[in-house]
């Protein structure tokens, strides 16, 4: 059902909610429109994507996991995970609003959230978000950053670099990357929240 190339990375792009078609592509570089248009109408056929049409004024067609399909969010955080521990990986690559947001649900440690309440707000491109930590625990989803105690602006790239990079925002914001609009205590203590695996050891040739 997930097995085809691009599946589960479709499934994982719609996970907090529905998209269009031309955002879910704009968000997988290299994915043609052929092979999206196969993989939804395959993850159609399982069960797993809906489509639906939202009300005026949109009036725009959406792809939408199912309740079963949601279900598979434990999966993609627990691949996402493993992948990051690969020795290979290149932070550099491409990185989409929603593989960030659901990267902070995977990589957050609760035991320094103790005591910790905030908002933080994001605005990727045309996307906005927002995370909440409250009770030692941290919640994503698209959103208005409109109040927040914090809000990043830049590409998600950016944001990932602050947070599991180290890269201070006074360097991001000195290169362009970055805009940061709040209070920046919170920047800080929320970016501690969130750490990498360690590399899996590379075998000696």
Do not use: C
């Not at 590409?155 to 670099?161: E, G, K, T, V």
């Not at 991001?172 to 501690?192: I, K, S």
């Amino acid at each position: 059902m997930v097995g085809e190339r691009w599946a589960l990375l479709v499934m994982r792009e719609l996970m907090l909610g529905p998209k269009r078609f031309g955002d879910i592509r704009s968000d997988l570089p290299g994915l043609s429109a052929n092979v999206l248009t196969q993989r939804l109408e395959g993850l159609e056929a399982s069960g797993l994507v809906v489509r639906r049409r939202l009300p005026p004024p949109a009036s725009a067609q959406v792809y939408e996991l199912t309740e079963w399909g949601y279900e598979a969010e434990p999966i993609i955080k627990a691949l996402g995970k493993w992948a990051a521990r690969s020795p290979a990986h290149d932070p550099t690559l491409p990185l989409s609003g929603t593989s960030l947001m659901l990267s902070f649900r995977t990589m957050f440690d609760s035991g320094k959230a103790e005591g910790m309440t905030a908002r933080v707000g994001f605005r990727i491109g045309a996307e906005t978000f927002v995370a909440d930590v409250a009770g030692g625990m941290v919640h994503t989803a698209r959103g208005d950053p409109e109040g927040s105690d914090l809000v990043l602006t830049g590409p998600a790239s950016a944001i990932a670099a602050f947070v599991y990079g180290d890269v201070p925002l006074e360097a991001l914001e000195a290169d362009g990357a970055l805009a940061v609009d709040g209070d920046r205590e919170v920047a800080a203590a929320f970016a501690n929240l969130f750490e990498l695996p360690p590399k899996a050891p590379v075998p000696a040739s």
